[in-house]
C-alpha cells in the first residue's frame, strides 16, 4: 500500500531554522507533524492513519541527535536512535530497556523521542526514566525549558502547542539496585505482555510496567516502605493489578501472573 | 533548510551509481527503488517493518526501506542486495542453501553483511540479535544459520581478529 497524503517535508539543519519553520508553519495553520525514525509515522501514513500536510524532520538539529556526557550527566537528543543509546552508553539501565524494543534493524533509526511520545501505547524508554527522576528539554513556542519529565509524562507525554521534546537529560547515578525483565507472548521481537523495570536509589524505590495496563504504569514507594512490604507479593502488586488489561494477547489475570513472576525474580535477586 | 514538495527530480546514490529518480515526500525508498529506479532486489513483503525483506543499507546501517522516505536518502549512499555481488555473505547463502523460496533472502544477506562488517567476531547472541529482525516464513533458517557461519569463518580467515 503506497502513502496518498500530499505533503510537504521540511528538514531543518539549525534550531534555529527549526523554530522559524514551526513558526512559519503554526502561523499559516499548517497541520504539521514532527518527523524522526519514521517508523511509527510511515506505517500510520499508509494505513490512512494519521492526517497531516506536512512532516518536519528533525534529524538536521545536532542537538537532537547527539549524546553528549558530562561528569554527572548523559544529555540525550530526542532524535536519538535507540542502537546509538546502546552503542554509547552500554551500560546504563536505559540502553539494556532500550536492547528489548522492537528488533535491532527497527532500533537503527526508531529514536528515543519516537518512542516516548509515539501513539503506540507501550513507550518502554520511559520505564527506567521516571524511576531516575530525569529532565527533559522541550521546545515550546520558540524557547528552549527544563522540566522533570514526571511533570509532563502522565500515561502519555503531554505536549501542547506543538512543543517538541527536543532532549532528555539523564544523570548517572548509582542504583542500589536495579532489574528487568519482558515478557512477550511468543517470540521476543514483539510487543510486551509485561515489561517490568524497578530500580532503588538511595531513597526510593520505583516499579514501572509497559503492555500490563493500556499505558505505562508506575508504583513509587519509599525504601523503607519497600523493605516493609517485600515480602509479600499481594502487598507489591497492590494498586497495579486493577490496571490489567485483557487483550487479544492475553488476560488480565495472566498479565498478574506475569508481574508476580517478574517480582517474584526480582526480589530474589534483590535479595 | 531542505524544502520538497509535489514532485521532484533528485538522484539516489544506489550501489556506487547515480540514479535519476522523481520523488514525493510520502514515497517509501524502497517503493522509488523498485519502482523507479529498477533495483529488485530489495522486496516488499510486511510493508509495515515486520518482515525485514526490504532491508538495505543507508550509510552502511541495515534500514527497513518500507519505512524510510526516499526523499532522507538524497544525498546519502545506498546499498542494496544488489551491491554485494560475489561477497563472501553472498556466496556462503549460495554454497549453504540459505534460502528456500528465496523471497526474504535479500534482508537476511544485508544483515548479515551489515553485521560481520561491524562484528567479525560476534557470538551466536549477538548473530540471533541482528537476524531476529528477518523473517523466513518458510522457516529455512537452519540454512540460513549454516550460511552466516560460514560467510563469519571465511571473513575471520580473510581478516583474523586481533587477540
Given at each position: 500500500?503506497i502513502?496518498?497524503?500530499?505533503l510537504v517535508?521540511?528538514?531543518p539543519e539549525?534550531?534555529?531554522?527549526?523554530i522559524q519553520?514551526?513558526?512559519a508553519?503554526s502561523?499559516k495553520g499548517?497541520r504539521?507533524?514532527y518527523?524522526?525514525?519514521g517508523?511509527?509515522i510511515?506505517?500510520a501514513?499508509?494505513?490512512?492513519k494519521?492526517?497531516t500536510?506536512?512532516l518536519?524532520?528533525i534529524k538536521g538539529?545536532?542537538?537532537?541527535?547527539?549524546?553528549t556526557?558530562t561528569n554527572?550527566e548523559?544529555?540525550i537528543?530526542a532524535?536519538v536512535p535507540?542502537?546509538?543509546i546502546?552503542d554509547?552508553?552500554?551500560d546504563?539501565?536505559?540502553a539494556?530497556?532500550c536492547g528489548k524494543?522492537?528488533d535491532?534493524?527497527?532500533?537503527?533509526?526508531l529514536?528515543i523521542g519516537?518512542?516516548?511520545?509515539?501513539?503506540?501505547?507501550?513507550?518502554?524508554a520511559?520505564l527506567?526514566l521516571?524511576?531516575?527522576?530525569?529532565e527533559?528539554?522541550v521546545?515550546r513556542e520558540g524557547?528552549?525549558?527544563?522540566?522533570?519529565?514526571s511533570?509532563i509524562?502522565d500515561?502519555?507525554?503531554l505536549?501542547?502547542?506543538?512543543?517538541?521534546?527536543?532532549q532528555i537529560i539523564?544523570p548517572?547515578?548509582?542504583?542500589k539496585w536495579?532489574?528487568?525483565?519482558?515478557?512477550?507472548e511468543s517470540?521476543?521481537v514483539?510487543?510486551?505482555?509485561?515489561?517490568?523495570?524497578?530500580?532503588?536509589t538511595?531513597?526510593?524505590?520505583t516499579i514501572?510496567l509497559?503492555?500490563?495496563?493500556s499505558?505505562?504504569?508506575?508504583?513509587m514507594?519509599?525504601i523503607?516502605?519497600?523493605n516493609?512490604?517485600?515480602?509479600s507479593l499481594?502487598?507489591?502488586?497492590?494498586?497495579?493489578i486493577?490496571q490489567?488489561?485483557?487483550?487479544?494477547?492475553?488476560?488480565?489475570?495472566?498479565?498478574?501472573h506475569?508481574?508476580?513472576t517478574?517480582?517474584?525474580?526480582w526480589?530474589e535477586?534483590?535479595? | 533548510m531542505?524544502?520538497i514538495?509535489g514532485?521532484?527530480?533528485s538522484?539516489l546514490?544506489?550501489?556506487?551509481?547515480e540514479?535519476?529518480v522523481v520523488l514525493?515526500p510520502?514515497?517509501?525508498?524502497?517503493r522509488?527503488?523498485?519502482?523507479?529506479?529498477?533495483?529488485?532486489?530489495?522486496k516488499?513483503?510486511?510493508?509495515?517493518?515486520?518482515?525485514?525483506?526490504?532491508t538495505?543499507?543507508l550509510?552502511?546501517?541495515p534500514?527497513k526501506?518500507?519505512?524510510v522516505?526516499?526523499v532522507?536518502?538524497i544525498g546519502?549512499k545506498v546499498?542494496t542486495?544488489?551491491?554485494?555481488k560475489d561477497?563472501?555473505v553472498?556466496k556462503?547463502?549460495?554454497?549453504?542453501?540459505?534460502f528456500?523460496c528465496?523471497?526474504?533472502t535479500?534482508?537476511?544477506?544485508m544483515n548479515?553483511?551489515a553485521?560481520?562488517?561491524?562484528?567479525p567476531?560476534?557470538?551466536?547472541?549477538?548473530?540471533?540479535?541482528?537476524?531476529?529482525?528477518?523473517?523466513?516464513?518458510?522457516?529455512?533458517?537452519?540454512?540460513?544459520?549454516k550460511?552466516?557461519?560460514l560467510?563469519q569463518?571465511?571473513?575471520q580467515n580473510?581478516?583474523?581478529?586481533?587477540?
Amino acid at each position: 500500500m503506497i502513502i496518498t497524503a500530499d505533503l510537504v517535508y521540511y528538514k531543518p539543519e539549525s534550531v534555529e531554522e527549526l523554530i522559524q519553520c514551526v513558526t512559519a508553519l503554526s502561523d499559516k495553520g499548517v497541520r504539521f507533524t514532527y518527523y524522526s525514525g519514521g517508523t511509527e509515522i510511515v506505517s500510520a501514513l499508509r494505513q490512512n492513519k494519521l492526517q497531516t500536510d506536512a512532516l518536519v524532520d528533525i534529524k538536521g538539529v545536532q542537538a537532537l541527535t547527539d549524546i553528549t556526557e558530562t561528569n554527572d550527566e548523559w544529555v540525550i537528543g530526542a532524535a536519538v536512535p535507540l542502537n546509538q543509546i546502546i552503542d554509547q552508553m552500554p551500560d546504563s539501565l536505559l540502553a539494556k530497556v532500550c536492547g528489548k524494543i522492537a528488533d535491532r534493524t527497527i532500533r537503527n533509526v526508531l529514536t528515543i523521542g519516537g518512542n516516548l511520545c509515539g501513539r503506540l501505547p507501550y513507550r518502554e524508554a520511559v520505564l527506567p526514566l521516571i524511576g531516575m527522576d530525569v529532565e527533559v528539554v522541550v521546545l515550546r513556542e520558540g524557547q528552549l525549558i527544563r522540566k522533570k519529565l514526571s511533570e509532563i509524562f502522565d500515561k502519555r507525554m503531554l505536549l501542547t502547542n506543538n512543543a517538541l521534546l527536543y532532549q532528555i537529560i539523564l544523570p548517572k547515578r548509582a542504583f542500589k539496585w536495579n532489574f528487568h525483565r519482558r515478557f512477550t507472548e511468543s517470540i521476543g521481537v514483539d510487543y510486551p505482555t509485561v515489561h517490568m523495570v524497578a530500580m532503588a536509589t538511595e531513597n526510593q524505590v520505583t516499579i514501572g510496567l509497559s503492555g500490563f495496563a493500556s499505558f505505562p504504569v508506575y508504583k513509587m514507594m519509599p525504601i523503607d516502605e519497600f523493605n516493609s512490604i517485600k515480602h509479600s507479593l499481594e502487598a507489591l502488586v497492590d494498586g497495579l493489578i486493577h490496571q490489567a488489561k485483557t487483550d487479544e494477547r492475553c488476560s488480565a489475570e495472566y498479565r498478574v501472573h506475569l508481574l508476580k513472576t517478574a517480582l517474584t525474580e526480582w526480589l530474589e535477586v534483590v535479595s | 533548510m531542505i524544502v520538497i514538495h509535489g514532485l521532484s527530480e533528485s538522484l539516489l546514490h544506489v550501489n556506487g551509481e547515480e540514479c535519476p529518480v522523481v520523488l514525493r515526500p510520502g514515497e517509501s525508498l524502497l517503493r522509488v527503488l523498485r519502482e523507479q529506479a529498477g533495483i529488485m532486489g530489495p522486496k516488499g513483503g510486511c510493508e509495515n517493518g515486520d518482515c525485514g525483506a526490504c532491508t538495505v543499507l543507508l550509510e552502511g546501517v541495515p534500514v527497513k526501506s518500507c519505512l524510510v522516505l526516499a526523499v532522507e536518502a538524497i544525498g546519502k549512499k545506498v546499498i542494496t542486495v544488489e551491491g554485494l555481488k560475489d561477497s563472501e555473505v553472498q556466496k556462503a547463502f549460495h554454497e549453504m542453501g540459505g534460502f528456500q523460496c528465496g523471497y526474504c533472502t535479500a534482508g537476511f544477506i544485508m544483515n548479515t553483511y551489515a553485521l560481520l562488517e561491524t562484528r567479525p567476531d560476534a557470538d551466536e547472541n549477538e548473530k540471533n540479535d541482528w537476524l531476529s529482525s528477518n523473517l523466513c516464513r518458510c522457516t529455512g533458517y537452519e540454512g540460513i544459520q549454516k550460511a552466516v557461519n560460514l560467510a563469519q569463518e571465511r571473513i575471520q580467515n580473510n581478516h583474523p581478529v586481533r587477540k
